[in-house]
Every structure is written in structure tokens, then in C-alpha cells.
């Protein structure tokens, strides 16, 4: 049996799911104290079961996003080894931040050196303005981790209760800003993430509950509980890829569908390509600020049933916030949700209030309620559909680099529109016949999200560089770099040692990896030419293990 | 056109990682890589400056409306040719549309060696992505003045072979002294066709030129022949070549020298041409050019080693590219002053023979043009090629081509041609490119079959 938990920020889901069934279905109110709402969630789906019988518990969680919203975390300083390129002032990401010399180039040789002395200046400018959370930076650090080391060495003897991270180990694709970004925010969440944890444990504890717990990620994938804390960044946006994952495991297989989950302020999209949730090419973007966490091409439109309305001139206009409910359930101004009401298209709120509020609304416009209801409602739908279209659009116009790329560039439309959410019952059937596409509303669509955290699986990924010139190779997600024993090391035996590093690092979490389930997500290998003659071969490969859910939900209670 | 500053640079980055001219030809996989590696490690695709596209094909007919492909475009065409130059019409588009304030085409393969007869690649080129970008922009926006500036260290003589007679195309070329370098061209004789006399300016500098003389010959030629020009669209082909590392020339530009000259030139549209240093100057001076389109601090993109003063200019060389720049002054004022040289003229036409060789693919390829002297228009030109490979030659091909603002009188006089060649059969392929109605028809003596496209 296992347990998928949701902790957003106005409902706390969980689901029971035994055998691909789902046996218990709970969604309680988020309080203040999380444990408290986990508890109460834990005792509805867990009534009359024996804890002993539970395998496995994912959570799922906004958290973090709400942290970073509300710029509720703490000082962190950031220390850059940003050598040549863009202008210093270009780094500027709201904190303390200290340029230091030294520079790496792509190959990661070591072009300037780092120096010490005003390294350690800079650290007692630092410390006498009481900073104890520090991140190291380099451009190119993925290429060679020495620079990063060495100062977090020289932090460490001069101060060593200093929090310091590292962005080689946090970001470890090619680009910079988005590294310290990611380096910068995994560093200031990581306190308030460590309370996050301390309740699930406290929660489990207090129910004795000793199967094995996992978080969920930003790309669907799943990390054992213990391991969270060294990367709590990864854990934000795992809102979005919750519901996703749980539509995945409504719909049947092999469907292109578009997920719209309908909420009070926002609609969040996301697409599943024959069966499997598109990836974004790029990393995550949290409030704004880009980041390099992999992450489920998600989109937010700040769209939903709350949404307050406005007549400005001759049209009408939703508004992007939420002044309250909709006026039907006593909010102060017409919504969606009212317009809904009058069409009859749900059952929620008070009928008279929400006929008030559409007539005040088209009065203006000389529009009956029923009209103006019709207009409000065609807005969202409108809206909501060309963003869907742009999504598709966005993913047709990825960026190629090889021209077998550019050539099977193919146009690909959903044929389900999956709605999920408090608002999705009342919109969905419009917004499938705008893209001409099937509405589906699976069964417990309320608690989707709960679901996906349920069928959510492991995933890990390891990356493998290296320079046969230089003779070296680079473990990015583990900062690990040694030297190439074999001469005649290749593409196969690359692809072998990239492998073998999976199941080993695999293994330390806790997760057992055939070697034959392994997929390459990247593979690629250059011949180095100097003088007409090969000098050596660059070699990236990237492998995970396997994608995908656990199970699709077969019915249930 | 007209620049507005809050816009964004377009970029397209087509590296073509998986095309190559052979192995170990300057010309292949990893060319762009290690650019890549810095563009990306920057975040440059990120910064609210940029706007990324990606490529899309150029179509037959963009191609057919600048050049003749010997037998047909898709004999002297690979997909990554037309991504290429695809790239080039996409970012064009969107300058004109004022979506986007310039643009960066960073791709491969290259163009400006291509001339306007195709019967194989020559200095690593086979189309000429900057050509048909500029004869798309022509036909589809009506665009009547375009300058082409170009910065490769090599004479881009594909270019100048293609406007050569086109009066509305300025194309001015610096470039190492041809006596020292491939193809050994590009000298400042060369002006242009007796009806677009100084529309091509050549500049070529002494071998170890450094940024202070190449700026010197910025301010003092090149941007004072645009400000008289006036034209309405500037293209730059932005070779890299000249850079102080390269293996193939001899100058000695840093990425700082680059970014000042893309700062003044201000071109609406760059495209990549060569430069084979692709670990000590492509990834920076890609990032100068991209930098300086935006308008971004380019102060500290700098090689590693690179230090400021460490290139001295030579007095002599100095001076002698200041007497280079009065010379090529001097033609440019007598740009409208000048008669065609009677020695050429033979009856109503303007005759020349060229001899064309093909260093990649070993094809020397003879030519007889011929430009109609008409009172009216530009006149149209015939050109008669013929090619040998090595073992045999190929078969005789009848070029006419018509250009935008040609007369009546031409492109009926062209079309009669186009017809009588067809039927004399004396050569094994005719076309007509009749670029005022957009359209172009070849024509194959050993099959008897004709084709045609756009129209």
C-alpha cells in the first residue's frame, strides 16, 4: 500500500492506493502548524489500516515556492568566480554578492588564478557582517570543481560553521546565472525546508509509521526523504508535476493530452506527450528567477475561478489577483465562479448572489446576467485555450542544433483536455471543443494531485564528461573528477563507466538499478582536430534511470 | 531600418553538429562547439536582450532566385545549406516585421565564396546564405537599398560576383591583401559593373593589421560610403578570421576589435561567415558580436591571452592603409562620374570572361557574361559556364537573369533568349531567373524536361 500527500497552501490531499485502487481519499485545510495538517489528513486515509502494511509515502509540496515568494529565508552571500565574459554588474541577484578573480574556460583549464589573500579579505568583510551561509560560484565549475573547492576549503578552516554550497554540486549544467540562482536558493531554503522535513518525520513518528518516504520533485521524479535535504530546490514546482502525474495515472495510456488544472487564482498547464509528461528543455523558473532544477514543462496562467472581474469601457476585463471568494460564496467581487452559477454550470455558492453579481457586471454593457455570464465565461476559455496553443508552439519551437533535429520537427495537437481542480467541471467541455479536442474529467480529480505524489517513482540521473586530450573525466552531480586510466577510453566505455556510477550512486540512496532498465537522455561525442590530425574525443553522456509511474489507477473506492 | 532600441537581438544558433565537409576539414562538427559551451555557460539565450529562434529551411526557390545550381539546387544542397540560409531569411523577416531590432545568424555551413553559377563548393562554401537573404528581403519587402559589409579576413568574392551589376546592392569587402591569402582577390581596382561602378569596395589590408588600423578604416571609409549610401538594410558577413589566433590568416584582431566594429557598423542583420580558431577566438568573439548587437557591456569579454597594448601597429603600416583609404575615397566620389570601358563593349552588351576555380571540389568553371546596356534598367545578364571536374566536363549551361527593376524591353529580350537557347540546344541547361516576377524556369536538353519554380 502506498500514500501520496499534497501539502499546498490552501488544501492538505493524500490518497490510499493499494493494487493500483484507490482505497482512501482525504483533503483537509492547510493550517499553520503542518504537522498538525498532515496528521489529520494521515488519520482519514489511514483509518482502520495497519501501518505496517504502508510500503511506501511521497510527498508533495508548494512550500517552498511560497518561501521564495514571500522572500521568507535567509541571508546567504554569494561569492562568484565569474572570470571573462559578461559585465560583473550583470550579477546582481538581490544578496550580498562578491566577485572573486580566478577563471576556468569551457575545457575547464585554468586560465587566471584564484588569490587567497583576497579570498580571506573578503571572508572578514563577511563575518563581521554576520553572514554564516555562503555560496561558491565558478563559470565552468561543472568543467573543473578546483576553484569552488579550494575556497570552500580556505571558508571552512577559517570558519568552519559556516553553511557553504557549492555550484558545481547544485547546478551542474552549462550556465551560469541560472547556477547561482539555484546555488543561492537551495542555500536559503535550506532551514525553512529542514522544518518542512522535521514535521513529516514528527508526523510519521507520532502515527509509527516506518515505510519507506520519498519527496517529490519538479520533474516527476521521486527522492528518498533523507537525501531531500541536500537539494531542497529540486523540490519546488513539484505542485504542478503532482497533478500531472496524476492525470498521467488517470488517462489511458498513450494519450497526448493537455492537463488545465483550474484553481482559485491560477490555472496550471501542463502537457503529456503519448502517455509521458514533457520535460522543459530548460530549468525551472521560480518567481522569476531561473534556475537550473529539471522540471515538468508547466505553465501558469493567472487565470482561475477567483479571479475578480472588471468592466473597464466597453469590455470586461479579469483581473490577474483575487480579492476574496466569488461573490456568490460572500467575496466582494464577481468572478468566474459566479458566472458559473448562473449557467448552472455548478452547484457551488448562492444562486441569487451570483446573479447579482453578473447582472452588476453587465449592466454597463447592457448585457442580461445570462450574457454577461456566457461573455465571462468564453473570456477564460479563450484564454486558457491560447495558451494552450502557445505551449504546443513553444515546444515545436525548441531550439535545434543538428539538422536531423531541424527536419523531424513535427506538429503535434492534444487530443484530450484533462481538467482537474476546483474549477475544472465548469470550463472543460469549452475549452476541449475550442481545441476540438475530448473533455475528461478523470475520477478523483480533486485529489489528482495526491495521486501523482502516490505513483510517483525514483528517479536519478548521472553525468559523465571527458576529455580524452586532457585526460580526464568529471562526474557533474557528484563534483567528482579524477583522471582517465585507460588510453583507449571511447564512447562505449564511457557510456559503461557512466552506468556503473548510476547504480553506485543509486545505491546509496537506497535504490536498486538494473543496468539494463538505464536510458541515455544525452550522448554526445566530438573529435578534437588540431593540425589535421585527432588529438582526442569530448565525450558527454547523461543516463537515469527509468521515468515513468508506478502504475495507472484502475478505480477504487 | 530603423532601430529601436527597447527590442530585442534575434538569435539563431545552428551549429550543425552533425555536418561536416570531411572529417578533419576546418569545416566540421566541432567548429561552433566550444562556442556553444560559452554562449550557454553565459546564459545569453536567458538575458531579457535576447530573443532565441530556431532555423527553418530555406525553400528551392529561395535559392534559385539568386543562384544557378548546376544541373538543379538540389544537386549542390545539403539540408544543413538550407537551414543555414533559412536561418538568415527567418531573422530578416523579423527585422522587417520590427519584431525584433537586429539579429545574429551563428551558423554553418558558410556563403560568401558561393557565386552566382554553382557547380560545387569553393572555400568551404556552396550557397550564399547573405545573398539569398538579401534577394529574399528584395523580392518579398520590396527593399530597395541594401549594404552588405564584409569582415571575414578572407575577400568575399562570392558576394561581390553575385552585385557585381546590381547598382542597389553596396558590397564592401576588407579582407588580408589577396596576394597573401585565398582566393587572391578582392583588390581595390575591383569596383564593380560599368552600371554599378564603386558599388563594390574593396579594402584589403596588410597581413598583421590590428584593431587600431581596422577602426581607423571603420570611421574613415566604410561608415562614411554608408552614410552616403543610405541604405536601407545593412547586412554584415561577420567572419571570424581575422582574429590574431586564426590558423588561416594573418591579422591581428582581438574580440574587443570585433565588438567595436559591430558597434559602429550598427548592421541590422550579421551572419557567421569563417574563422577557424575555434577554441581561442570563436567562443569570444561570438559573444563580442552578439553583446554589442544587443547593445550589452562587451568591456570584458576578453581572450585569456589577450592584454590591452599587446598589439602595436607599425608606422608604416599605418600609413599605407591611410593612403588605402584616400584611394578607395577617391573612387567612391567618382561613383556616378564614370563610362564603361569601351575595351568591354561589344555592340549593346558588356562582355567579360571569368575563370572560376573551386578549391574544395577541384572545378575550374569558365564563364562568358554578358550585361545588356539598357537606358532604361540595370539590364539583364546572360552568362554562358562550363565546367570541368578533373576526369570530364560538364555540360554547357545558359544563365539569363533578370533583374527587380529590370525594363520591358530586357525581360522580354531575356525570355526570347531563354527560348531560342532552349531550342537550339547547344547547351545542356538553360534557366531564366526573372527576379521581377519572381520566378525561374531550367531547363534540361538531355531529358527535355523544364521546371520551374516560385511564380
Known sequence: ?557 | MKKHQDKQTGLIFFPAFDWAISPTHPEREERLLYTRDQIFEEGIMDLPQILEFTASLASIHDIARTHFCVPRVEDQTTEAHLIAAGAAILLADRIVNGEIKNGFALVRPPGHHAMRVIHGNRGFCNINNEAIMVEYLRSRYGIKRVAIVDTDVHHGDGTQNIFWHDPDVLFISFHQDGRTIYPGTGFIHELGGPRAFARTINIPLPPGTTDETLLYVVDNLILPILEDFKPDFIVNSAGQDNHFSDPLGSMRISAQGYAKLTDKLCPDLAVLEGGYAIETALPYVNMAIILALAGLDYTKVQEPDYWPGRFKESSDRSSQVRKLVEQILHYWHMRDKMSPDSRYIRGKFYERNIRIFYDTDYIEEHQLERLKLCDHCPGYLSIESSASHGLGRSGKAMCLSVPFTACTNCRSEAIEVYHQAKKRGTHRYVYLQDKSQDIFFGYDAGSGKEWQSGG
Open chain 1, 1 to 557: 500500500m502506498n500514500v501520496g500527500v499534497d501539502v499546498g497552501g490552501t488544501f492538505t490531499d493524500a490518497v490510499l492506493l493499494e493494487d493500483n485502487k484507490v482505497r482512501a481519499t482525504a483533503k483537509v485545510p492547510t493550517k499553520k502548524d503542518l504537522l498538525e495538517s498532515v496528521l489529520e489528513a494521515f488519520d482519514i486515509v489511514l483509518k482502520g489500516v495497519n501501518t505496517k502494511e504502508l510500503e511506501r509515502i511521497v510527498f508533495s509540496t508548494t512550500m517552498i515556492t511560497n518561501l521564495i515568494a514571500e522572500r521568507k529565508y535567509d541571508n546567504v552571500a554569494i561569492l562568484l568566480i565569474p572570470g571573462p565574459g559578461l559585465a560583473h554588474e550583470t550579477y546582481y541577484f538581490g544578496t550580498a554578492v562578491h566577485i572573486l578573480s580566478g577563471a576556468i574556460d569551457y575545457r575547464g583549464r585554468e586560465i587566471a588564478p584564484l588569490n587567497d589573500r583576497e579570498i580571506e579579505s573578503i571572508l572578514a568583510d563577511l563575518s563581521r557582517l554576520g553572514y554564516h551561509r555562503v555560496c561558491v560560484v565558478g563559470k565552468f565549475s561543472p568543467r573543473n570543481t578546483t576553484h569552488e573547492k579550494r575556497v570552500a576549503e580556505i571558508i571552512k578552516k577559517k570558519y568552519p560553521d559556516w553553511k557553504i554550497d557549492l555550484g558545481s554540486l547544485i547546478g551542474g549544467q552549462l550556465n551560469f546565472p541560472r547556477r547561482v540562482t539555484t546555488t543561492y536558493l537551495t542555500s536559503a531554503t535550506r532551514e525553512p525546508y529542514q522544518h518542512f522535513i522535521n514535521s513529516v518525520r514528527q508526523a510519521l513518528a507520532v502515527r509509527k509509521i516506518d515505510a519507506d518516504v520519498f519527496i517529490l520533485k519538479a520533474d516527476g521524479g521521486t527522492m528518498p526523504l533523507e537525501n531531500a535535504e541536500e537539494l531542497p530546490v529540486e523540490t519546488i514546482f513539484s505542485g504542478p508535476a503532482a497533478s500531472t502525474l496524476g492525470v498521467q495515472a488517470l488517462i489511458p495510456p498513450g494519450e497526448t493530452a493537455v492537463v488545465v488544472d483550474i484553481g482559485g487564482t491560477t490555472t496550471d498547464l501542463a502537457l503529456i506527450l503519448s502517455g509521458q509528461p514533457l520535460l522543459s528543455s530548460k530549468g525551472a523558473k521560480v518567481e522569476n528567477q531561473l534556475t537550473q532544477v529539471r522540471t515538468l514543462a508547466v505553465k501558469s496562467v493567472p487565470v482561475g475561478g477567483d479571479s475578480a472581474l472588471q468592466q473597464v469601457g466597453n469590455a470586461l476585463v479579469i483581473g490577474s489577483g483575487r480579492l476574496g471568494p466569488a461573490y456568490c460564496m460572500g467575496g466582494p467581487a464577481p468572478t468566474p465562479t459566479d458566472a458559473l452559477r448562473v449557467l448552472g454550470l455548478t452547484e457551488l455558492g448562492d444562486p441569487v448572489k451570483a446573479e447579482e453579481a453578473m447582472t452588476g457586471l453587465g449592466k454597463p454593457l447592457n448585457l442580461s446576467a445570462q450574457d454577461t455570464a456566457r461573455k465571462v465565461i468564453e473570456m477564460v476559455v479563450e484564454r486558457i485555450a491560447s495558451e494552450v496553443n502557445n505551449m504546443f508552439l513553444d515546444w515545436e519551437q525548441e531550439p535545434a542544433y543538428r539538422v536531423w533535429e531541424v527536419l523531424q520537427k513535427k506538429k503535434v495537437r492534444p487530443s484530450l483536455v484533462a481538467g482537474v481542480g476546483g474549477g475544472a467541471s465548469g470550463f472543460i467541455n469549452q475549452i476541449a471543443a475550442k481545441l476540438g479536442c475530448d473533455p475528461y474529467i478523470p475520477p478523483y480529480a480533486p485529489v489528482a494531485n495526491a495521486i501523482g505524489a502516490a505513483v510517483a517513482r525514483p528517479t536519478m540521473q548521472v553525468s559523465l564528461r571527458a576529455d580524452t586530450e586532457q585526460n580526464y573525466y568529471i562526474i557533474r552531480e557528484e563534483g567528482f573528477q579524477d583522471r582517465l586510466k585507460d588510453r583507449h577510453f571511447n564512447e562505449t566505455k564511457a557510456l559503461a563507466l557512466a552506468k556503473e556510477k548510476l547504480i553506485q550512486r543509486a545505491a546509496k540512496y537506497g535504490l536498486v538499478v538494473e543496468a539494463g532498465e538505464i536510458e541515455i537522455i544525452h550522448r554526445e561525442v566530438f573529435n578534437m582536430i588540431r593540425d589535421w590530425t585527432t588529438t582526442g574525443r569530448l565525450i558527454d553522456i547523461t543516463v537515469q534511470t527509468p521515468r515513468g509511474i508506478t502504475g495507472r489507477i484502475e478505480g477504487g473506492v
